[in-house]
Nanobody
Framework: QVQLVESGGGLVQPGGSLRLSCAAS????????MGWYRQAPGKERELVAT???????DYADSVKGRFTISRDNARNTMWLQMSSLKPEDTAVYFC??????????????WGQGTQVTVSS
């Protein structure tokens, strides 16, 4: 079982910055792609950014130029640096990871989510 734990959410004023972290734990697993998703009240969960094991990144148009995704493969940790935050960025942010478990089976895991609120 691969568990993901997010941290770093909170309340920030428009134009401010936050850094989210996601740590994967377990034993004998290998993480391939990782990503951040978000879900605002009354809306569908949407993709924010993804990063492959080789560091190739992709972003939703709405966050390009403002958010940066990164990871440390040795520590199975991923971050999302969010800058120039807007009220419309308010959502619960979830981390996601897929890979191969200790039993050599593919897995997809989700974190519990962390609230980001952008408001003055």
């Amino acid at each position: 079982q691969v568990q993901l734990v997010e941290s770093g959410g909170g309340l920030v004023q428009p134009g401010g910055s936050l850094r989210l972290s996601c740590a994967a734990s377990g034993s004998g697993f290998r993480v391939n792609a990782m990503g951040w998703y978000r879900q605002a009240p009354g809306k569908e969960r949407e993709l924010v950014a993804t990063i492959t094991i080789t560091g190739v990144t992709d972003y939703a148009d709405s966050v390009k130029g403002r958010f940066t995704i990164s990871r440390d493969n040795a520590r199975n940790t991923m971050w999302l640096q969010m800058s120039s935050l807007k009220p419309e960025d308010t959502a619960v942010y979830f981390c996601n990871a897929n890979g191969i478990s200790s039993s050599a089976r593919p897995f997809v895991s989700w974190g519990q989510g962390t609230q980001v609120t952008v408001s003055s």
